[in-house]
């Protein structure tokens, strides 16, 4: 606590000696046109802040008398000028050449662009804010090549799945790793593993504020991310986070409203009512006066509000920035909200005649979800309402006659005639939303300090730390007479209740020291020692009812609700971990034409007994200093590059001698199996785990035509061997499973970028087109892997499809994420195979065979903003061809008799199979399976599809009044429309964001689509 009020004495100290008083210099920066600039960065000479061009080019700063003002602009020269008049206007004439740009890199180093040896793409903070998401990373879907977001599936505010190039790891992480201004922060969703509905949490991305962000760089390959080790194979997300910027004090204001309504939502028939009145299905005569329209009523508009104020300021020698932002939102299903609170504080200041440069931040997050819905056959609420019969009045069991007094019990109880306990549960909607309830918050504060020296202009030595704090609280209370198939028989009787806590801490910290200088005539150096320290600490404890006992008394959801016969279970945890390592990294360029990068990271991780070396090397050529350039080649570059990089094993994984976990609710003497131990056969010693290794290699180029047309394409080859697996461990072997390194992935493919700056008069365009190829294959599996093929998930996990890596044969590889799942039988003469009412055979359960995957095999994203004087439009069409999804709710509606489908075939008088006529219910009940392992093609929709993912109109007033400036007022709009699907759904829709439930279907929370409005303004 005492660093803490250190911290904040030190940022409060930056504040106060910022507020020193300097001239006003104000003016107008246009082009070689005579046309004004937006955007153009003015700063101080000799600082690192500053402020930027208005929309009419207009520019006002606070300066020191006697200093130099700085104007730099991509695409134009920079301009430095002496701050000696009150007034001064600036022309910039275009470079002809290219700016001398740099790019934020691994650790948060800044490399000059042209001599990056790998593919990297930058997201401006400005995408993020034009159609705001509560979590925001949803915002980059469509924004950069390679880069695949699946929106997370417990309502708004929930965690989403990310991947760059691929999936990569089998049992571990495919997610990128964080990075917030050069320092490690974790991992996103993107395990292999989940449950069936399980909704996605809250990650370390997903809770900051849009409105701090600078910018997004993406390091996509393992190149990129190299001196980052562990996790790097994933590629790297750099937030570049806001700081103070030399100049008048400025107020930022913004606010942004939003309106979610849900679409593709199912359509049952209204021909055919139910077989009894009691019944569940729809196989009954043909009624009068059905209705679906409750499915739609069901369902709230969703209204999310951010607001957020920013304060920034400072000087030549302090910098300062505070902001706070609140969202408050609330989903489409009834009583689920979200609520959060984003507070920033960050100062620098530079001391001993500028050598020393300090930058300390605070950031606390506080997040609270309530009641976040979940997908699958359980506690999902679209489960009963997407299968109420049509002909039944869904008003007897509505929001305000969900429940039921019992005068006996003296409770209420749910009211639903519907629950029949098919291996799922059937519940009313409202219930769940109401007497199911969830709760889920965290506060979270990340506080960061760092101290750079510079002893020479070329030398400097760099110390940063930060500590990434958190806690978090869920709790889960089930009101009697909840369906016992979603808990237990015991416990709804009197309810469930759970409820977790716990507190963790992640330090990072790391020593650098880093060279930029010239070595002789025609030599340049960057280059960079350092070494990091990783230390993780998590503490849990948790306090359920059980299954076989459930409460002691009804609904009294406490700690202190148990008996002797309704014992609660009690679980803590505790885990700790280190990983540290020495790194190094260089780049050699030769008459700024040809660079050769080499970085190398050795670490010692918690998990593996031994260190392990993690190498790259890359070469830059830049073609037009050689070959020169003219009136239609601009510039070009040439690149290529090395990495071998990998993740570490899970913790426990080298541990051969595991403790036994002890039951509660048994003597000491009881004891739960090992989960899982290192690969053994019984002769010789356990077999080592190794950490997960990619090798990588990438070429590409980069280049401009006529000043204005950039082209980047990148091609890239990465492989993921020694992959962390489990198996099961045969009889006496004192474990469940054995964990082993088994099998080898291969990622490649092309990526590109086109992006384009055209003028039109007063007409500005800005289109880009990004655009990715992946090909996914499983290379190998590991020889201590007998079968012929490793089972991710099975397909009870689904009741539909099973997730296998089919060890290569012939030449043929499967794909990371093939579904395997049962099909229609057919004859040797190709015709389909039935039984003696004619009705489909299909293959048996114990066979299944391959039916697709969900991975797509192109993605694009046309991105485009215009500008006409005050006025501003953009908007982004994303598109995703190739790829399968596969709908477990159709196969309930079919063996229901609730789609219309099987309406049309009973108009028909039956379906026609071998040119005969059968049984309409008999046919859809055996394709279907009973809802349990039908003919998954039957459920299979192409997942190709193009939409206009964003859009954004806005005017904005340059000066209202003498206190607001630049005020933008905009209409927005998010998941509009498609201009193609073939799936009754939106096909990114899936149960969960783990790799084994991707391109799956299950009763999730539908799609949204998003009307808004923002304003933005500046005081």
């Known amino acids: ?37 937006p955007g153009v960065n003015v700063k101080v000479s000799g600082t690192t802040g500053g402020t930027s061009t208005s929309v009419d080019g207009n520019y006002s700063i606070s300066a020191p008398a006697g200093s130099s003002l700085v104007f730099s602009f991509i695409g134009f020269v920079t301009q430095t000028v002496k701050a000696n008049k009150v007034v001064i206007n600036i022309v910039l004439q275009t470079d002809q050449h290219i700016l001398e740009t740099v790019t934020v890199t691994a650790l948060g180093i800044e490399q000059k662009t042209k001599s990056l040896t790998y593919a990297t793409q930058n997201v401006g903070g400005a995408e993020l804010e034009k159609a705001k998401d509560p979590n925001f990373v949803n915002s980059l879907a469509g924004k950069a090549a390679g880069l695949v977001i699946t929106k997370g599936t417990g309502g708004p505010g929930s965690a989403s799945r990310i991947e760059l190039r691929g999936a990569k790891s089998i049992g571990g992480n495919s997610a990128p790793i964080y990075v917030i201004d050069g320092i490690p922060i974790g991992q996103g969703a993107g395990g292999t593993m989940a449950g069936l509905g399980d909704g ?23 190149s990129a991310a190299a001196l980052y080790g562990s996790a790097a194979a994933n590629g790297a997300l750099l937030i570049v986070t806001k700081k103070g910027k030399a100049g008048a004090t400025k107020i930022d204001f913004n606010s942004s409203t939003s309106f979610d309504t849900p679409t593709g939502l199912p359509s049952p ?19 009068s006066g059905a209705s679906n329209a409750f499915i739609k009523n069901f369902f709230n508009t969703g209204k999310t509000y951010i607001n957020g104020v920013s304060l920034s300021g400072g000087s030549e020698k302090a910098l300062f920035y505070a902001s706070y932002a609140n969202t408050k939102a609330t989903g489409i299903v009834p009583n689920n909200s979200l609520l959060k609170h984003n507070f920033t504080l960050r100062g620098s200041g530079k001391f001993l005649n500028d050598k020393l440069t300090l930058d300390a931040s605070v950031n606390y997050i506080y997040q609270k979800q309530e009641n976040p819905p979940k997908a699958g056959l359980t506690f999902s609420p679209m489960f009963g309402l997407y299968q109420f019969p049509t002909d039944d009045n869904f008003g007897n069991y509505d929001k305000n006659h969900f429940e039921t007094y019992d005068a006996t019990r003296k409770l209420s109880q749910q009211n639903w005639p519907y629950e ?18 969830n709760e889920r918050s965290s506060g979270r504060y990340i506080s960061s300090f760092k101290a750079k020296y510079n002893f020479a202009s070329w030398l400097n030595l760099q110390a940063r730390t930060t500590l990434d704090g958190y806690n978090y609280r869920n709790q889960a209370e089930n009101y009697a007479t909840t369906d016992p198939v979603a808990q237990s028989a015991q416990q709804s009787i009197n309810g469930s209740y759970f409820t977790g806590q716990g507190y963790g801490t992640h330090l990072y910290s790391d020593l650098l020291l880093s060279v930029d200088t010239k070595v002789g005539r025609d030599f340049s150096l960057e280059a960079t020692l350092g070494v990091t320290d990783d230390r993780s600490y998590d503490y849990s404890t948790s306090l359920s009812s059980t299954n076989q006992y459930g409460l002691s008394l009804a609904n009294y959801f406490s700690a202190n609700n148990y008996d ?124 080592e785990i ?212 099987t309406a049309d075939a009973r108009n028909a008088g039956g379906v026609v199979v071998n040119g005969k006529k059968v049984d309409a219910q008999a046919y859809y009940t055996a394709i279907s399976g009973g809802a349990d392992g039908g003919a998954v093609p039957e459920y299979t929709y192409s997942a190709t599809n193009v939409r206009l993912r964003e859009l954004a109109l806005g005017y904005t007033f340059p000066l209202v009044g003498k206190t607001f400036k630049n005020l933008n007022i905009s209409l927005t709009g998010h998941n509009l429309f498609f201009f193609y699907k073939k799936a009754p759904y939106d096909p990114e829709q899936a149960i969960s964001t783990a790799t084994n439930t991707m391109g799956i279907d299950g009763f999730g929370v539908p799609a949204t689509r998003t009307f808004g409005f923002s304003v933005r303004t500046s005081l």
């Open 1 to 37: 606590m005492k660093k803490l009020y250190m911290l904040v004495t030190f940022l409060l100290g930056c504040f106060m000696y910022a507020s020193a008083q300097n001239v006003t210099v104000k003016g107008t920066v246009t082009d070689d046109h005579n046309l004004p600039l």
């Open 200 to 222: 996605a949490g809250i990650d370390p991305l997903s809770n900051l504020n849009p409105d701090d962000i600078e910018s997004i760089q993406v390091l996509k390959g393992a």
């Open 269 to 287: 028939q209204t021909t055919y009512g139910r077989t009894t009145p009691g019944a569940d299905d729809m196989w009954g005569a043909k009624s």
């Open 420 to 437: 029949k306990n098919e291996f799922s549960s059937n519940q009313n909607p409202y219930w769940i939303a109401y007497r199911d309830l």
């Open 564 to 687: 002797l016969t309704h014992p609660l279970a009690v679980g803590e945890n505790e885990s700790k971990g280190i990983t540290q390592s020495a790194l190094a990294t260089a780049t050699i360029g030769y008459k700024e034409t040809l660079f050769l990068n080499v970085t190398g990271r050795n670490e010692w991780a918690y998990t593996t007994p031994t260190s392990f070396f993690y190498p790259s090397v890359g070469l830059s050529y830049v073609l037009t200093n050689t070959i020169g350039t003219s009136d239609v080649l601009s510039y070009a570059k040439l690149r290529a590059s090395y990495a071998n990089v990998g993740a570490a094993p899970g913790q426990g994984a080298n541990n051969s001698n595991p403790p036994y976990s002890l039951n509660n609710l048994q003597p000491i003497v009881g004891t739960n199996p090992i989960s899982q131990l290192p690969f053994r056969d019984g002769t010789n010693p356990p077999v």
């Open 690 to 901: 190794k950490p997960e290794r990619t090798k990588t290699l990438e070429f590409g180029a980069q280049v401009t035509l006529f000043t204005k047309l950039n082209v980047d394409l990148a091609y890239y080859d990465a492989r993921t061997s020694d992959q962390i697996i489990s198996i099961a461990a045969p009889s006496g072997a004192g474990a469940q499973t054995f964990i082993l390194n088994g099998g080898e992935i291969r990622n490649y493919g092309f990526e590109g970028t086109i992006s384009y700056n055209a003028s039109f008069g007063d007409l500005k365009w800005m289109p880009s087109l990004n655009f990715s190829h992946n090909i996914n294959q499983i290379r190998a599996l590991s020889p201590l892997y007998t079968a012929d093929h490793y089972v991710i998930s099975s397909q009870d996990n689904t009741r539909l499809v099973a997730t296998w890596l089919v060890r290569p044969k012939d030449g043929k590889y499967s794909a990371f994420g093939d579904y395997y799942g049962r099909i229609i039988d057919k004859n040797p003469d190709g015709s389909i195979k039935v039984d003696n009412n004619g009705v489909p055979v299909l293959t048996s359960a114990d066979d299944p065979r391959y039916v697709g995957n969900p991975n797509p095999k192109f993605l694009a994203g046309f991105n485009n903003s215009f500008r006409y004087k005050n006025i501003n439009l953009s908007f982004l069409v994303d598109s995703r061809f190739g790829g399968q999804t596969f709908s477990m709710t159709n196969t309930w509606f079919d063996y229901k008799g609730i789609s219309q489908r």
